[in-house]
């Protein structure tokens, strides 16, 4: 039972928008910054948004992220069946004084 | 470029303790606010945080494997070790190393490849 809940999976067609969301509590995403992870089949996990919304170079501005009191959520346009993956959201816990993952969001691009 | 690389053994048996080297390049960590983590994920499991070492020796562990885990840096061998005592089946894993830039929050930049660790007799 992971601390962070995230949707097993989503899914849409090529081209489309979809939403992976993440809740929390106060102790994680209320008072802590997100990251989101994106993890190709077989491969680590990479980091997509960090800080809530900011993306490391290099990560295309399809990827975006938004926090709103204890729940964040990760923005996915223009899909392509490259991005057919499972994303990850992470924060740290100040109760548990732990970073603390989320279940994971399996996406699949029809 | 940085890089990571996660190295040990991949067969270990039940109650004997891991020992994992994680050797990177591309950055110091001598270098105010970077870190590097370990993090495990389980065969068709989410990932899970296991410790955290800064570039001034701070450590962080997970409050659940607090008792279990040691980790320690070689800076001039740009290395991270962590070990792990009393292995049990359970523990069977993908142990990746990560870079930890200085961000607002925990953020793991760049991660290795992972390396698959069997707890079994």
């Known amino acids: 039972q992971s601390v962070l809940t995230q949707p097993p999976s989503v899914s849409a067609a090529p081209g489309q928008k979809v939403t992976i969301s993440c809740s929390g509590s106060?102790?994680?995403?209320?008072?802590?910054?997100v990251s989101w992870y994106q993890q190709l089949p077989g491969t680590a996990p990479k980091l997509l948004i960090y800080?809530?919304?900011k993306r490391p170079s290099g990560i295309p501005d399809r990827f975006s992220g938004s926090k709103s009191g204890t729940s964040a959520t990760l923005g996915i346009t223009g899909l392509q069946t490259g991005d057919e993956a499972d994303y990850y959201c992470?924060?740290?816990?100040?109760?548990?004084?732990?970073?603390?993952f989320g279940g994971g969001t399996k996406l699949t691009v029809l | 470029q940085i890089t990571l690389k996660e190295s040990g053994p991949t067969l270990v048996k039940p109650t004997q303790t891991l020992t994992l080297t994680c050797t990177f390049s591309?950055?110091?960590?001598?270098?105010?606010?970077?870190?590097v983590g370990w993090i495990r994920q389980p065969p068709g499991k989410a990932l899970e945080w296991l410790a955290l070492?800064?570039?001034?020796?701070?450590?962080r562990y997970s409050p659940s494997l607090k008792s279990r885990l040691t980790i320690t840096k070689d800076t001039s061998k740009n290395q991270v070790v962590l070990t792990m005592t009393n292995m049990d089946p359970v523990d069977t894993a993908t142990y990746y190393c990560?870079?930890?830039?200085?961000?607002?929050?925990?953020?793991?930049?760049?991660w290795g490849q992972g390396t698959l660790v069997t707890v079994s007799s």
């Open positions: 591309g950055f110091s960590l001598s270098t105010s606010g970077v870190g």
């Open positions: 106060s102790s994680n995403i209320g008072n802590n910054y």
């Open positions: 990560a870079h930890r830039r200085p961000c607002g929050g925990d953020c793991y930049f760049s």
């Open positions: 070492i800064y570039w001034d020796d701070d450590k």
């Open positions: 800080d809530n919304n």
């Open positions: 992470g924060t740290w816990d100040s109760s548990l004084s732990s970073l603390v």
